[in-house]
């Protein structure tokens, strides 16, 4: 039972990856873009938890931790960039 279910999870999140990435490569506007990425890097992440509940493998969670924690900072990284133009401050007092 869960293997079947895990299979479809994994094909559900699969199709909506290349969803996510179509958003990203075409997106209209730059925030746009920015969503899709930090979308497809938790899918990314849920695709890493499927797969280790599928081969009954905790070890992967770890890689799975730090994709996270990857994305996350990307996603406050271009989110500053878009806002200020910038990623870090160059105040010098």
């Known amino acids: 039972m869960i293997q079947t279910v895990s299979t479809i ?3 559900l999140l699969a199709i909506s990856l290349v969803f996510c990435a179509y958003r990203a490569i075409t997106g209209p506007t730059m925030p746009d873009r920015v969503i899709a990425v930090d979308t497809i890097g938790t899918i990314f992440i ?8 599928k081969l009954n493998q905790p070890h992967y969670f770890d890689s799975a931790l730090i994709i996270a924690i990857l994305s996350f900072s990307g996603t406050v990284a271009l989110g500053k960039f878009l806002i200020k133009g910038e990623c870090f401050d160059r105040d010098i007092d």
Do not use: E, P, R, Y
Request: hydrophobic share 65%; net charge neutral; no cysteine.
């Open 9 to 11: 999870s994994l094909v």
């Open 46 to 53: 849920s695709i890493i938890g499927v797969f280790s509940i």
